[in-house]
Nanobody, 123 residues
Framework: QIRLVESGGGSAPVGGSLRLSCTSSGGDLSMYSLGWFRQAPGKDRVRVAA????????THRSDVKGRFEIFRDDATNTLYLLMNDLKPEDTATYYC????????????????WGQGTQVTVSS
């Protein structure tokens, strides 16, 4: 059974960096498409980045391109989001998600979700 747990959130200054991690306490993530989503207060949850099995395909939302990078380490069953040059608008709760279908993950309808980790960027 896939059970996702995020870590690595916290506070950072504008222009700072954070690395989020997502692991599964059960189940092998290597066959799943994985993604990061975020939800700011009062706003809808949106997709930040996604990666297919074997990292064949990756996608990042336009406002994080060049600053954020999603990558997976199947050897350790871990998904990462490296966040650089953080901005106040990056403040949100970040969730990881997994699904066997890349398309469904991309729509935010993945089967598995973590509990979220808070990222706060302050000037």
């Amino acid at each position: 059974q896939i059970r996702l747990v995020e870590s690595g959130g916290g506070s950072a200054p504008v222009g700072g960096s954070l690395r989020l991690s997502c692991t599964s306490s059960g189940g092998d993530l290597s066959m799943y498409s994985l993604g990061w989503f975020r939800q700011a207060p009062g706003k809808d949850r949106v997709r930040v980045a996604a990666v297919s099995p074997n990292s064949r395909s990756t996608t990042h939302r336009s406002d994080v391109k060049g600053r954020f990078e999603i990558f997976r380490d199947d050897a350790t069953n871990t998904l990462y989001l490296l966040m650089n040059d953080l901005k106040p608008e990056d403040t949100a709760t970040y969730y990881c998600s997994a699904d066997q279908t890349f398309g469904r993950l991309m729509t935010g309808m993945g089967d598995y979700w973590g509990q979220g980790t808070q990222v706060t960027v302050s000037s």
